[in-house]
């Protein structure tokens, strides 16, 4: 049975919520990330949502499907052409199946050979993965772990990557997904600038 995908991924707050998890995730780690990228240019905010990478590269452009959010430019980003210097895809890949994942890097290899990918997505191993999947309640998502990270991005330059660990507090499920019953988890951001 398939889970309701809950609203709180919905809307123009999305990734504003005031838990010291999701501050960690959506802003405070990205000096560390952009650190030495070169964000000048044209640049694509894949999945960007509601726009939240404006905050620290002002001329991105937020692309998604999700109409709610009010994105820039509303299209699939599994098909999207635009002529980017820099395309940033941070949290996105948990959205998408394994088939999409695919699907998305064999589409950035045909239309944008030569650019530069920053990839940014939150991955767990081991018990940690399990519980990550338990505590997820209502919702939807197709959690990943450093593994599949590796096998994703094989094909591809790797030119800088960088790690943020940090702990998920029970809280952060008792807020965002009113799940009680939730257990703290280890957790790891990893952020990998490619050449495609």
Not at 57 to 82: A, E, R, V, W
Not at 158 to 170: G, L, M, N
Not at 179 to 195: G, Q
Request: charge should be positive; glycine fraction near 6%.
């Amino acid at each position: 049975m398939q889970k309701i995908i809950y609203n709180i991924d919905k809307g123009t707050k999305f990734g504003k919520w005031n838990d010291s998890i999701s501050k960690l995730i959506y802003f405070d780690c990205m000096e560390t990330f952009l650190k030495g990228v070169d964000t000048s240019g044209k640049v694509a905010d894949y999945g960007g949502a509601n726009g939240n990478l404006k905050k620290f590269i002002p001329q991105s452009i937020s692309i998604d499907i999700d109409t709610s959010k009010k994105p820039d430019i509303i299209d699939n980003i599994l098909f999207h052409k635009g002529n980017y210097k820099l395309i940033v895809i941070r949290y996105v890949l948990h959205y998408l199946t394994v088939q999409q994942r695919y699907k998305l890097f064999e589409h950035l290899q045909t239309f944008h050979k030569g650019k530069k990918v920053l990839l940014i997505q939150f991955v767990n191993d081991g018990k940690d993965f399990k519980i990550k999947r338990n505590n997820s309640i209502n919702e939807t998502k197709y959690f990943l772990t450093s593994e599949n990270i590796k096998k994703l991005i094989k094909p591809f330059k790797t030119i800088k990557k960088d790690q943020i660990s940090y702990r998920v507090t029970k809280e952060f499920y008792k807020n965002r997904l009113k799940n009680e019953n939730a257990m703290a988890h280890d957790e790891t951001i990893h952020s990998i600038l490619m050449e495609i």
